[in-house]
């Protein structure tokens, strides 16, 4: 079920000695809406996913951080001191690194994930090739997962963390390295997702986000200060979503 995200003075360090990679970023995200998180490379957008998914603490334990992360009626001051799946799936830039190697088909790696949460259903096979589907990679059931491209790879690994029905989706630099024909299968994908799962997506481009085929999805630039290079606050290139 989809839930409310807000962010409020958000600061982050990844230690004390080192610069904030965050800094006082407020954002309010609708539930079951989908916003893209713009902004150039050290502005902390992978930070930030980071942070919302629940891995900054595990990655970095030495980590500080003020505000407060709200999701549904879930508070956390500073950043969650553990790991949020299935509540928030992060799909990382670079997909072939969540692709676990262990299994030799598509399906066996999504039902990998339903094995690890200990949640198979009656009708396992239904249920996973009802997302492959909806993914449009249904066709690739059988395939080995390391023998795809890297628009499938990306879509496999989507179905490993949709499969989990999380509540927030949080979607590192998805339009990396897609041809035009894979980031309107992506569109199609989020619009899909309207209603159903709060999406995140981060990057570095606003073409994307603020097409006209990407109506739905509300903008959110993330600043650097021309100074220093170091992250400020953020601000709205689209509110509000068609």
Known sequence: MAQRLTIKDLSLQYSASEPRALSSLSLDVEAGSCCAIIGPTGAGKSTLLQCLAGTMRRHHPESLATGQIQFGET???????????PIAGLVLQDPYVQISGVRETVFDEVLFTLENLGTIPQDPRQTILSILQRLGIDHLADRKPTSLSGGETQRVALAA????????????????????????????????????????????????????DSSNVRAF???????????ATGSWLRKHSA
């Open 161 to 212: 963390i949709l499969i989990a029905q999380p509540s927030l989706l949080l979607l590192d630099e998805p339009t990396t390295a897609l041809d035009s024909n894979a980031q309107d299968k992506l569109r199609f994908i989020l619009r899909s997702l309207r209603g159903r799962t709060t999406v995140l997506l981060t990057d570095t481009q606003i073409d994307f986000a603020l097409s006209p």
């Open 75 to 85: 508070r956390f001051n500073g950043v969650p001191d553990h790991v949020l799946f």
């Open 221 to 231: 630039k993330l600043d650097v200060d021309p100074k220093t290079r170091l992250p």
